[in-house]
């Protein structure tokens, strides 16, 4: 389980990375475009979000 864990938050690491090292100028964009959303809007992107990685984390450990 913690094997699976670490491999999850490894993967989350190298494509936050990846997104910093090779478009840091579009990250700039994007941050400035998440300014326009109002707040309401992005904590429910960001509920939709958890549900969604939930569920999908849920399926994948049901798949074992």
């Given amino acids: 389980m913690w094997i699976a864990i670490l491999m999850g938050l490894g993967m989350v690491l190298v494509i936050e ?11 700039e964009d994007l941050l400035k475009a998440l300014t326009a959303i ?3 809007t992005r904590r429910m992107i960001g509920f939709a979000a958890v549900a969604m990685g939930a569920v999908l984390t849920s399926w994948a450990l049901s798949l074992n």
């Fill in 17 to 27: 990375g990846l997104v910093f090292a090779l478009a840091p100028s579009r990250l």
């Fill in 38 to 40: 109002p707040p309401e």
